[in-house]
T-cell receptor, first 115, second 113 residues
Framework: ETGVTQTPRHLVMGMTNKKSLKCEQH?????MYWYKQSAKKPLELMFV???????ENNSVPSRFSPECPNSSHLFLHLHTLQPEDSALYLC??????????????FGPGTRLTVL | AQSVTQLGSHVSVSEGALVLLRCNYS??????LFWYVQYPNQGLQLLLK??????LVKGINGFEAEFKKSETSFHLTKPSAHMSDAAEYFC???????????FGTGTKLQVIP
């Protein structure tokens, strides 16, 4: 595997379900990100992890719970979601520290539908 | 405050015609600028980036962009559109080359045969 991978690619869940999205980067990066992409809205940064530590949470509802066990893996745990949470969830990774080395590389995304 | 404005949410060009996608930015510090492309049901793929070196940046698939500080612009061009260029294109700004990125709202490019 190369680059950034995400599983599953598609997910349909009910409002009472609990599910998790997984992201893995094979680029040797040390920063990882979750973004939400909804129709007709700009890309929204949700969370940032640097060296496994969460450094940014953009006022994301608690029904989204991120986890970063190491620099290569990032999870987004979902529970009691709302229909308006249906979107494409994108994971990205980058190097951290050296100015200009922070280009973000994206995974293919998980298309989430909440019924 | 940092911002990115992409003029035109939809752009249509004929196959073989010039592609011009516009991006203007606002940044209080020297910006790093990016163009990404997104094909349907896929993630964002980096096309090119400006990181304070040469102002004319060449990317993949024949695209290039020119950083113009006086105009606060970073427009994306390609001399001859191909059907496979049909996608959504996002301009992004990273102030000072540090971590946080601001994305534009995207421009959908349609290529007409």
């Amino acid at each position: 595997e190369t680059g950034v991978t995400q599983t599953p690619r598609h997910l349909v869940m009910g409002m009472t379900n609990k599910k998790s999205l997984k992201c893995e980067q094979h680029l040797g990066h040390n920063a990882m990100y979750w973004y939400k992409q909804s129709a007709k809205k700009p890309l929204e940064l949700m969370f940032v992890y640097n060296f496994k530590e969460q450094t940014e949470n953009n006022s994301v509802p608690s029904r989204f719970s991120p986890e970063c066990p190491n620099s290569s893996h990032l999870f987004l745990h979902l529970h009691t979601l709302q229909p308006e949470d249906s979107a494409l969830y994108l994971c990205a990774s980058s190097s951290r520290g050296r100015v200009g080395a922070n280009t973000q590389y994206f995974g293919p995304g998980t298309r989430l539908t909440v019924l | 405050a940092q911002s990115v404005t992409q003029l035109g949410s939809h752009v249509s060009v004929s196959e073989g015609a010039l592609v011009l996608l516009r991006c203007n930015y606002s940044s209080s510090v020297p910006p790093y600028l990016f163009w990404y492309v997104q094909y349907p049901n896929q993630g964002l793929q980096l096309l090119l980036k400006y990181t304070s070196a040469a102002t004319l940046v060449k990317g993949i698939n024949g695209f290039e962009a020119e950083f113009k500080k006086s105009e606060t612009s970073f427009h994306l061009t390609k001399p001859s559109a191909h059907m496979s260029d049909a996608a959504e294109y996002f301009c992004a700004l990273m102030p000072g080359g540090y971590q946080k990125v601001t994305f534009g709202t995207g421009t959908k490019l349609q290529v007409i045969p």
